[in-house]
């Protein structure tokens, strides 16, 4: 028999006002179980805290009912009081008597006092079947894996070794450093990116944390936070490298024009990477001629890819500041924040030619002599406008790389519509998979500034780094598992998971669910999904949620006889 | 020993980077110079481009802030002073009484009931009203009453004492005075955010002048279902449905008079705010005067479609000139070129304009800067000049993370406040 103590909140007036507590309290003591049934004015308060741990050691109570506000504020409280009181913190049962009943039917004091009954009485069958719970600990092995070289990976890989932690950064090309090599000059501050670059790979070239695998190949991901296998293939050999926490920095590629304004059809029209490839070899022509949005901010591919109208503003002021002539054709000039309307401000002052087309008419490009003309209605002016020019840049979107849905497979982890990594959250979780332990940054996730890159890096780097500080990871207690006799092996539970939890593997010589627990959430989205009842849940057990249906159902008959 | 941390506001930066500090092990004191942390994004209705309600998915981790055990909340706090330098800054913070006993008081509101006097609200931007004593919003982090000494009749008279009266739990303390922390910190970090820039200085816009003009940030309020208006969507003027509202977008940005920048966010919460304003008022049609369209990140673009295509938002480049109260008062007159070649004048009806005001450091950063030692930029922000190190700002050991550094949305200043636990572990493992 459980010994259950229910504690009933006036929350000040919160609850009081519209709910007779103290006749709760009296019912709470008519239900099976109950030993003891208090009301605090402040379940929460220091006094209200001291006199339900007095309660609990001079009853004997095993499990604690609080009927008071919001589980999402104040169930860590009462768990804590639990724990300190000597029961187990998966022993206290929650009701929300305030949000879920004082608060909307504050007009209707009886009818509320009657629901916190009810609350009261479901929270109480539940108590009465709760099991305690405990929350496993797992080593993390103390060592990173970062996947790419170039700028992402490199801030990464050198902020982890910089924190003292092993660190192996895996990079396909014979060279570190990625699209950096080649591009000479970061905007804004016109800086050589070679220094950059240069400065990273000899911070991690010089801490013996550093492992740099060039020319590796990534072949297999195993394991879960904490204990990782990444399988890399580098000169025909496959290693085996344990990992407690994995950085995806792969960055991105530049989309090629489907031959839109006679791009290898034409000499003289080239992409943004090849005349930054150009420019590194010193070569500028005298006049150019930028076309935004080549292939994006249209039809088939809707995005903005964010750095272009800030490359191409780049590029235009190096070819005026050699003396040349440069204009842009745009639709929107996306120079957010300050350092790049500063870029777009300056372009503007030392005579970089700005026309604004609509993606109903695009400007169209043809061949004079050894001139390329440029026609394009300008909407400011609200006329066409015809441009000779040298050389046309197309500036086109950084698209997902060819081998991003092999990545993605292997390290079981989303990818967007447009083929991006897929944060576990746009907004609050830029730089985490729903996966824990694997993490994302640079413009592998979406097209980034170099600056961004660095930022989301060293964000990556911490956000690894914490397992590994740590050296253990805790995992949640209320997780599902799947009873073998009950499960048929469909399967539904294994698509039903968001976080790769659960398998389907043979056990004597059936198939059937298992569930990794250091992975799962406890979302319950498998035990829904599972047709023949075999997944539960951890504190919500088919058997404990049925005996709150039947307190409720009892209590409206008591109530309607 | 622990390193200590000092991260100054309370903001979504500041509870991020909190967070990773507190989770690396580092001794975190966050302090936030308003009764509550959650910032501004405490303020926002929904999120683009997921219109995620922001309270909902900023709650949480203001919850986990106050809870973890590494972090250690100053709220209504100030940096009083720093000395000394990395890695060891000796910082002085000045816990301002707020004549409530934290540890007794509950937040269950009685004495906000009682109290008798009605002031300006700033969380909900001027326009409601609040008492003397006060909550700044219901998922307030402490939640725990402040009473306002300048307006508080005990206080400023010795008449009164209605809250103390009321108060069962005994919390009410009107001798409290400011009490100070010493600590000597590892590092300091800056996440002390944005304000709005004052629209009313541009008189042209109407703000002030004309009853039916606010600010995005008073939408934001007044959208909110937990706002002033209880999510009713009126006009000021006179209390009815507008039907027909428009956006004024780089109201005092881009504009080489007040602010130079862009502020990075505007496109995309007018967007936000246009959508939404449907779901309030379904035949409203939203216009947005822009001067260019930039949704540059994650589902920017495809969002600004859905607007355009589902919403039938009316996006006009544009910027008008001129803004006055119709003739009854009621609605404004908008003034604007048409664009495209020479330019058509128009001028056109609304019920409600809504500007977009320039957004700027927050008031106390040039404050901060100067207690910390770190220089500002040319627009105010704090400086990071550094290439290699983006959130380093001009003194060692001192970080930037947020709107603080420069114009950008709510993901960059998660990414940046994780990435300043990164870099406080180099720092401090170097110096070991």
């Given amino acids: 028999m459980a010994r259950i103590g229910v504690f009933i909140c006036h929350c000040g007036h919160n609850i009081a006002s519209a709910v007779a507590v103290e006749e709760v309290v009296k019912f709470a003591r008519t239900l099976p179980d109950v030993v003891y049934s208090d009301h605090n004015l402040y379940s929460c308060s220091e006094e209200g805290l001291g006199s339900i741990k007095k309660s609990i050691e001079e009853n004997k109570l095993d499990r604690v009912v609080v009927a008071a506000c919001t589980p999402r504020t104040h169930e860590p409280l009462f768990r804590r009081l639990c724990e300190q009181a000597g029961i187990n913190k998966y022993l206290f049962e929650f009701v929300n008597i305030r949000e879920h009943c004082s608060w909307i039917h504050a007009k209707e004091p009886n009818a509320a006092t009657e629901k916190a009954k009810k609350l009261v009485a479901m929270g109480v069958s539940k108590a009465a079947l709760l099991e305690p719970q405990v929350e496993s600990e797992s080593g993390v092995i103390p060592t990173a894996v970062v996947i790419g070289g170039g700028l992402a990976g490199l801030t990464a890989a050198a902020s982890l070794v910089a924190q003292d932690i092993d660190t192996h950064l895996i990079e396909m090309e014979g060279k570190l450093g990625g699209q950096l090599n080649d591009i000479s000059i970061l905007a804004p501050n016109f800086e050589k990116s070679a220094d950059l670059l240069n400065k990273l790979v000899s911070e991690l070239k010089k801490s013996e944390r550093g492992h740099i695998h060039l020319g590796a190949k990534l072949v297999d991901v195993k394991g879960f936070v904490g204990n990782f296998e990444i399988t890399v293939e580098e000169e025909g050999v496959q290693n085996k490298i344990p990992a407690g926490a994995i950085i995806l920095a792969t960055g991105t590629q530049e989309h090629q024009p489907e031959g839109e304004y006679g791009f290898r059809k034409a000499p003289g029209v080239v992409t943004q990477l090849e005349f930054e490839r150009a420019l590194q070899r010193g070569e500028v022509p005298k006049r150019v001629v930028f076309i935004q949005c080549v292939g994006s901010r249209q039809p088939g591919r809707e995005y903005c890819s964010r750095i272009c109208c800030n490359t191409s503003l780049k590029n235009a002021l190096r070819v005026v500041e050699a003396g040349g002539t440069a204009a842009i054709i745009h639709r929107d000039i996306m120079s957010y924040g300050a350092a790049w309307e500063e870029l777009y401000r300056q372009a503007s002052e030392r005579g970089v030619a700005f026309f604004r087309y609509s993606l109903e008419d695009k400007p169209r490009i043809s061949a004079e002599n050894k001139h390329i003309l440029v026609e394009v209605f300008d909407d400011n002016l609200g006329e066409g406008v015809t441009l000779h020019t040298d050389l046309v840049v197309l500036a086109t979107p950084l698209v997902s790389r060819d081998d991003s849905g092999d990545v993605s497979r292997m390290l079981k982890v989303p990818r967007d519509k447009n083929g991006f990594y897929l944060e576990a959250h746009v907004k609050l979780r830029p730089i985490e998979f729903a996966t824990d332990g694997v993490f994302i940054c640079g413009s592998a996730r979406w097209p980034s500034s170099a600056r961004e890159v660095m930022c989301q890096a060293l964000a990556a780097a911490a956000k690894a780094a914490i397992p590994i500080k740590r050296g253990k990871v805790v995992t949640e207690a209320i997780t599902a598992w799947s009873d073998p006799d009950k499960c048929a092996g469909c399967g539904n539970c294994v698509i039903a998971c968001p976080y790769e939890a659960i398998e389907i593997v043979d056990q004597d010589g059936r198939k059937i669910a298992k569930v990794n627990e250091t992975q799962c959430k406890g979302c319950g989205n498998c035990v829904a999904a599972c047709p023949n009842d075999a997944m539960q849940q951890r504190g919500f057990t088919t058997r404990q949620l049925s005996a709150m249906i039947d307190a409720l159902v009892k209590r409206a008959l008591e109530e309607s006889s | ?432």
């Fill in chain 2, 1 to 432: 020993m622990t390193s200590k941390v000092v991260v100054v506001g309370g903001g979504i930066a500041g509870i991020q980077a909190a967070l990773d500090l507190g989770d690396m092990g580092y001794e975190v004191h966050l302090v936030e110079r308003t009764p509550s942390i959650g910032g501004r994004m405490a303020q926002l209705d929904k999120t683009f481009p997921t219109n995620d309600c922001s309270l909902c998915i900023l709650s949480p981790k203001m919850i986990s802030c106050a809870g973890h055990e590494n972090i250690k909340l100053h709220t209504y706090s100030e940096i009083e002073s720093a000395d000394g330098g990395f890695p060891k800054t000796r910082v002085r913070i000045r816990e301002k009484a707020r004549y409530v006993i934290l540890s007794r008081c509950t937040g269950c509101g009685d004495c906000i009931a009682k109290c008798p006097v009605k002031v300006t609200f700033e969380f909900e931007e001027g326009l409601s009203k609040r008492k003397a004593v006060y909550l700044p919003f219901p998922q307030a982090v402490p939640r725990k009453v402040t009473i306002d000494a300048e307006h508080c009749r005990m206080i400023t008279e010795g008449k009164c004492g209605v809250c103390k009266k009321v108060c069962q739990a005994g919390a009410i303390d009107y001798e409290q005075k400011d009490s100070f922390v010493d600590l000597e910190a590892g590092a300091v970090v800056i996440a002390t955010g944005f304000d709005l820039a004052d629209a009313s200085a541009l008189r042209q816009y109407g703000l002030g002048t004309c009853k039916d003009v606010i600010t995005s940030l008073q939408l934001e309020r007044i959208l909110s279902a937990a706002g002033p208006t209880g999510g009713r969507l009126t006009r000021p003027s006179d209390d009815t449905e507008p039907k027909k509202l428009a956006f004024v977008q780089c109201v005092g940005s881009r504009d080489s008079r007040m602010f130079k920048y862009c502020s990075s966010v505007c496109c995309m919460y007018a967007t936000k705010e246009s959508i939404l304003v449907r779901e309030h008022v379904p035949d409203i049609e939203s216009t947005i005067f822009y001067m260019d369209m930039r949704a540059t990140g994650k589902g920017f673009q495809e969002f600004v479609l859905r607007a355009e295509r589902s919403y039938g938002v009316r996006y006009i480049r544009s910027r008008p000139a001129e803004v006055q109260p119709a003739s009854d008062g009621r609605g404004v007159l908008v003034t604007y070129d048409t664009g495209g070649g020479i330019g058509e004048q128009r001028t056109e009806k609304f019920d409600l304009l809504v500007l977009c005001p320039a957004l700027v450091p927050s008031k106390g950063t040039s404050e901060i800067a100067r207690i910390l030692g770190v220089e500002l930029d040319e627009n105010g922000f704090i400086m990071t000049p550094d290439t290699r190190n983006p959130i380093d700002s001009t003194k060692k050991g001192v970080l930037v993370c947020g709107f603080a550094g420069e114009p950008m949305d709510i993901p960059d200043s998660v990414a940046q406040a994780t990435g300043v636990a990164a870099r406080v572990a180099e720092l401090l493992q170097e110096a070991r």
